[in-house]
């Protein structure tokens, strides 16, 4: 079996980076295209990111989860704090001036890594509005309040869908606590 | 089934704003001391949705031609840099090293416009001359023969000295604030890694409970009026120097002038300016 790509770059490996950078520099800039303003913003975000990824990558833990998850994780982490600090999250007023993102079927996702075919397995059960409360806010950087201004739902519906969703997929994925989580914090 | 630390519906909601939101200060306060005792960990629920990420139909878009150059540059350079830092041996002596605090960030808001020329003119006004560089580390005495694994910051700053020699490195003037009488020292910032650090002897030690020093970085490719919060840090009583890491908020893409601010605790998202105790500013050209 192959030494994944995180062992290398901890090892000290420069030559792996840019094979980091192919393989997951597609996947980062389409989260951070998704959750920034523009692609100024985008590339931005995308260079603190790769960062936290050079720093962290003695933390990964293969037999804890993929590498995919580990760098999206740390795109997550760092993405929110970028919106946060610039108070950045997208105005909107309504679902009608969102895109429509949808999940892969658990078929189509097995393609991308387990954890996304397991994800996509609960997101399938989940009912229509459920799902579209964890897109908007897991995808489209939509605060919880923000969600419910935007779907009508009460605020305590949509913590409570948010809530639920994230946790079925966590026990699909049957991680403990913490072992995928990746990145300085 | 035995009862779980997600059940508690507050623990579970705290960890469903940090993955989603993002938790200010005295939420991740709350989350870790609701967490203490269970098996939680503070990103319990980072993975979930992480996968429900990947399972999103995302648009597919190439990562930009230049930002990939740029990446792997920068990642490069960080990498050779940490496995420069993993065999340089333990010096004797070592400075004492302010780690940074927890803080809150920078936000460029409602500043008054051409305030980077107010800290130019600050700078110009307030500069004494340096009476003496700080002499450089010192390594006269036979290094000890032990590998460190977690290598100092004073270490990581001559590991980054030695593989970047692009890195700028520029002395810290001192100001009219009487926190400035004494200071003396460096920052050193690598444009390609983004990393940095800031070295200093004669600043006086700060109550973190009164009061914290701040970074500001102004960027030359950035609005003026809005400098990178550099990080927040603090000097602990009877250190005689301080070397500490740089975390800047944003990506600096041309430093052109360092301040050090004395600040509420935490730090500030808009400094007043109303103490500002060291500055550095990059030579042009």
Not at chain 1, 11 to 21: H, K, S
Not at chain 2, 118 to 143: Q, V
């Amino acid at each position: 079996m192959s030494e994944s790509l995180m062992t290398r770059i901890a090892r000290g490996e420069d030559a792996a980076v840019a094979e980091v950078i192919d393989q997951y520099g597609a996947l980062v800039w389409s989260i951070a295209r998704r959750l920034t303003r523009n692609p100024s913003d985008a590339e931005d975000a995308v260079q603190e990111i790769f960062t936290d990824v050079w720093r962290s990558a003695h933390r990964f833990d293969p037999s804890a989860g993929t590498e995919k998850v580990f760098i999206t994780t740390i795109a997550r982490r760092r993405l929110i704090d970028r919106m946060r600090r610039l108070s950045n999250r997208v105005p909107t007023e309504s679902t009608d001036v969102l895109d429509e993102l949808g999940f892969h079927t658990p078929d189509t996702a097995g393609e991308i890594s387990v954890e996304a075919e397991r994800a996509a397995r609960v997101l399938a059960t989940l009912r229509p509005e459920q799902r579209q409360v964890i897109e908007l806010g897991l995808l489209q950087g939509l605060s919880h309040s923000e969600i419910a201004a935007v779907t009508g739902m009460p605020l305590g519906t949509v913590k409570t869908f948010m809530r639920r969703g994230l946790i079925q997929v966590r026990e699909m994925l049957g991680v403990t606590p913490g072992e995928v989580a990746g990145g300085e914090a | 089934m035995s009862a779980h630390f997600l059940d508690d519906e507050r623990i579970a909601d705290l960890l469903v704003l940090e993955v989603t939101e993002g938790l200010d200060p005295a939420q991740r306060q709350e989350l870790e001391a609701l967490l203490a005792g269970t098996s939680g960990m503070p990103d319990a629920l980072a993975g979930a949705a992480a996968a429900v990420t990947l399972a999103a139909r995302l648009p597919s878009e190439p990562l930009p031609a230049a930002l990939r150059e740029t990446l792997i540059k920068q990642g490069e350079t960080v990498v050779r840099v940490k496995a420069a830092n993993k065999v340089q041996p333990l010096p004797v002596r070592k400075p004492a090293v302010a780690a940074p605090s927890a803080r809150t960030p920078a936000v460029p808001v409602g500043t008054a416009a051409g305030a980077r020329y107010g800290w130019y003119a600050a700078a110009a006004s307030l500069l004494i001359a340096l009476a003496a560089w700080f002499p450089r580390f010192e390594t006269e005495a036979p290094p000890a023969l032990v590998e460190a694994p977690v290598p100092s910051v004073a270490e990581q700053r001559e590991a980054l000295l030695a593989a970047a020699p692009a890195a700028l490195k520029e002395e810290w003037a001192r100001t009219e604030d009487p926190a400035s009488v004494a200071v003396q020292g460096d920052v050193v910032w690598d444009e390609a890694t983004q990393t940095g650090y800031m070295r200093f002897s004669g600043l006086p030690a700060n109550d973190p409970s009164e009061s914290q020093y701040q970074l500001w970085i102004f960027d030359g490719t950035r609005d003026d009026r809005f400098p990178v919060d550099g990080g927040v840090f603090d000097v602990p009583a009877g250190a005689t120097e301080v070397v500490v890491p740089i975390k800047a908020t944003l990506p600096v893409r041309q430093a052109a002038l360092f301040a050090v601010t004395v600040e509420a605790p935490g730090g500030v998202m808009v400094s007043s300016r109303e103490r500002i105790v060291a500055l550095a500013q990059v030579a042009s050209g």
